[in-house]
Every structure is written in structure tokens, then in C-alpha cells.
């Protein structure tokens, strides 16, 4: 196969929002001795996306940054000292590309793809061999481009530092990737599942996905209270999936059983807190920085082993409509995730 010099790809020319995004072209970059050539065919978009274009991501980003964390792709050529993938292998990266196991350091944290390392939205990349992994055989370019960030965040939550046992009950807030992902995982796991979220029409599909109870938020504002009682014998639940930030902490707090686990992963309800923290609850918070790389393996075993399919959002968007994509993944309109087409 012979190779284009110059490729498509989107870059970011600053932080005023999704207008930021342009599309130029670049040279396809060089191949190292323990690097890896990939054909993007999928990505998919995160919050942590729409924060970079919007200049409120908590990191440094590299100027003209090619955006966006998630992909799927073909492995087309290796360097020579290569010992991981063999051309033809369809694999994802690792957001942390330098995490390969244990605890996030800040060298892992910085080489991060979509704010220092390029990302997703182009025609070709090249990734170190150990960044990358592959993604289960019972999955579709764009379903394996849903794995790296969402995907690996609900398995560390559920699965990292406290595993859930069967019988636990988990607590998911809203119908974003993260949430949706825990749903699944958790009943592979044997738990009993509440989830909330804010629309009836939501509220099916999250059901259909076999979550055992639902609440409409909007219709209840004490929604801690109401998952308490809803869980296995009124204790509350072992895990919260909370995704909102400080403004549903207090309801998660009350939410959660006694010794539960509220996993904290962003902060799509604001910064500011108006109502009482986790540590007035008998309840642990942990911070959860995605995952590493031998976590991504584990899950990805398990999805293959238990035929788990990620949900993606019914539209679909092409690359030229990346911009249009951020938007609608802005305005909540998506069930699952939001999946942008590459090749």
C-alpha cells in the first residue's frame, strides 16, 4: 500500500469554543523504530473534548493541538523494533499513553492525547506500541472508538481500587457514556442497578439497557433519598457513578450506603458546590483519572467474553461535520456516545 504524503485534520486555533476547530493539512508523521502507524476509522467525543475547545480543561494544551482522545484503527505499519501489533490488527490507544499500570503520575497525566499528544481527528497517526491496545473482536471500528476514555472510566470505578461484588447496588447518574458503560459492567457483575435521568424518553432506553430502577431528576429533586430507598433492603448504594461535580454531591451523598464508594469524575454540573460535600456522609470519594493501560485489557476481555455492545448515539457524524458533532454532545442531546466517522 502506498501512503499519501499529506493527510486531513483538524486542529485547534485556540479556545474560543467549537469555531476554534479548522481543518488543514499535515504531513503524515514519521514512523519511529517502536511506533505504530494507524488508519483512524471512528473516534468518539467526551466532555473532556468540549472542555479543551472551550479553554476550561484543568491542563496545559499544546498549541494547534489535533483534538480529541477516543479512536479506533488499523495498524498498517510498525517499526522495526515493534513487538506488541502486527499490521492488519484493528486497535484504540490509551487517553494516558505512558500509563501502563498502578497509579496515574503527572508524567502519565501530561502525555495525554487530544491536549499534549495529537489525537483523533485526523486521516493517520503514530502512537509508541505501548499506548495502544486491542479492541475486542465483537466490536465494530466505532464501537472500539467508544472504549479509551468512557469506557475505561466506568470499569475503574466499578472494578479498580474496590471491585464491586455481586449483590452491590450501583447508583449512575444521567445517560452520557460513563453512565451507560456502568450500567452495563455493573450487571455483568451480578449488581443491582439505579440509574437517574433528566427525560422520559431517556429514562426507556436506560431501562432497556436493564437497569433495574430509573428516576426522572427533574421530577424529583430528592433523588438521593429516593435511590436509597430503592436499593437492595433501603441500605443505599455501594457505588455512585457521579458525573455532575459538586452540585449532586449532597444527593449522591445520601444516596450512598454506608462505606459506599462515590467515584468523582467530572463536573458537568458546575464547580461550585451548593449543598453539603461527601465527607458528611460515611462514604469514600475517589477521583477517578480514567485508567491504565492493563485495566483497558481486562475490560476489553470481559466486553469480548460477555458480548457487551457500547450504545452510540443514533446520529452518527462525518468527519467534515466534527464541529457539528462537539455542539450536539454540548447541548445533551445524545443517548450513549457521540461517534465521528474518520475513514
Not at 504531513?27 to 523504530?33: F, L, Q, W
Not at 513487538?83 to 490488527?89: A, D, E, V, Y
Not at 490509551?94 to 486521516?123: F, P, W, Y
Not at 436509597?228 to 457513578?241: E, F, H, N, T
Request: hydrophobic share 40%; charged share 20%.
Amino acid at each position: 500500500m502506498i501512503l499519501p504524503t499529506t493527510m486531513d485534520q483538524w486542529v485547534l486555533r485556540g479556545t474560543d469554543g467549537f469555531s476554534s476547530l479548522k481543518l488543514e493539512q499535515s504531513a503524515i508523521p514519521e514512523v519511529g523504530e517502536f511506533d505504530v502507524l494507524i488508519k483512524f476509522h471512528a473516534a468518539s467525543l467526551n466532555y473532556r473534548d468540549l472542555m479543551i475547545a472551550k479553554g476550561t480543561y484543568y491542563w496545559p494544551l499544546k498549541e494547534g493541538i489535533v483534538p480529541v482522545s477516543d479512536f479506533a484503527g488499523e495498524v498498517l505499519c510498525i517499526g522495526s523494533k515493534v513487538t506488541r501489533f502486527q499490521k492488519g490488527q484493528r486497535v484504540a490507544g490509551c487517553v494516558h499513553q505512558t500509563h501502563i499500570a498502578g497509579s496515574l503520575s503527572k508524567e502519565d497525566a501530561m502525555n495525554a492525547v487530544g491536549s499534549l499528544v495529537d489525537g483523533a481527528l485526523r486521516k493517520y497517526g503514530v502512537y509508541n506500541e505501548h499506548g495502544l491496545v486491542k479492541i475486542p473482536e465483537n466490536l465494530s471500528y466505532r464501537e472500539g472508538a467508544t472504549l479509551p476514555c468512557a469506557a475505561l472510566t466506568a470499569w475503574n470505578s466499578l472494578y479498580g481500587a474496590k471491585p464491586l461484588l455481586p449483590g452491590n447496588t450501583v447508583l449512575t447518574l444521567g445517560s452520557g457514556g460513563v453512565s451507560v458503560f456502568a450500567i452495563q459492567f455493573a450487571l455483568v457483575g451480578g449488581a443491582q442497578v439505579i440509574s437517574t435521568t433528566s427525560s422520559n424518553e431517556k429514562a426507556a432506553v436506560l431501562k432497556k439497557l436493564g437497569a433495574h430502577h430509573v428516576i426522572n431528576y427533574k421530577e424529583n429533586a430528592n433523588w438521593g433519598n429516593t435511590a436509597r430507598k430503592l436499593s437492595y433492603g433501603g441500605l443505599g448504594a455501594d457505588y455512585v457513578i457521579e458525573v455532575s461535580g459538586p452540585n449532586t454531591m449532597e444527593q449522591s451523598s445520601i444516596a450512598a450506603a454506608i462505606d459506599g464508594m462515590i467515584a468523582v469524575i467530572g463536573t458537568r454540573g458546575g464547580r461550585t458546590s451548593s449543598g453539603a460535600l461527601a465527607h458528611t456522609a460515611l462514604v469514600t470519594t475517589r477521583r477517578i483519572m480514567i485508567g491504565n493501560r492493563l485495566q483497558f485489557e481486562e475490560m476489553n476481555r470481559a466486553i469480548e467474553i460477555n458480548n457487551i455492545k457500547p450504545i452510540i448515539d443514533s446520529k452518527v457524524f462525518k468527519f467534515e461535520e466534527a464541529p457539528e458533532a462537539f455542539q450536539y454532545l454540548w447541548d445533551q442531546k445524545a443517548v450513549g456516545k457521540v461517534v465521528i466517522d474518520i475513514e
